[in-house]
């Protein structure tokens, strides 16, 4: 085991509170995460807000008018009914 020239003291460093830029970008992210998570329950609790660009009222009033068809008026005696047979 002598033969390896191995310092473990020099290895400990103190990094003393300083934020790097990936400690940053993280932070960064999870305030972004949180906004867009704000603003999807926002627009899900009121969708008629000024905030959601696919309101339904916007929706409906730019659809055409569209044809409706009549429904199909059956027979009266398109089921047949049993002739009485009174068993007594």
């Known amino acids: 085991m002598s033969k390896y020239d191995y310092d473990d003291s020099s290895t ?17 992210s999870l305030i972004v995460t949180f906004c867009l998570v704000l603003y999807f329950i926002a627009v ?3 969708p008629d807000s000024a905030i959601n660009p696919l309101s ?7 659809l055409p008018a569209t044809s409706t068809p009549t429904p199909i ?8 009914t049993l ?6």
Request: charged share 15%.
């Open 44 to 46: 899900f609790l009121v």
């Open 12 to 28: 400990s460093q103190s990094r003393g509170g300083r934020l790097d830029a990936w400690d940053l970008m993280s932070i960064l």
């Open 83 to 88: 002739p009485n047979t009174d068993v007594t």
């Open 56 to 62: 339904p009222k916007n929706a409906a009033s730019r």
């Open 73 to 80: 008026q059956l027979l009266p005696t398109w089921t047949p």
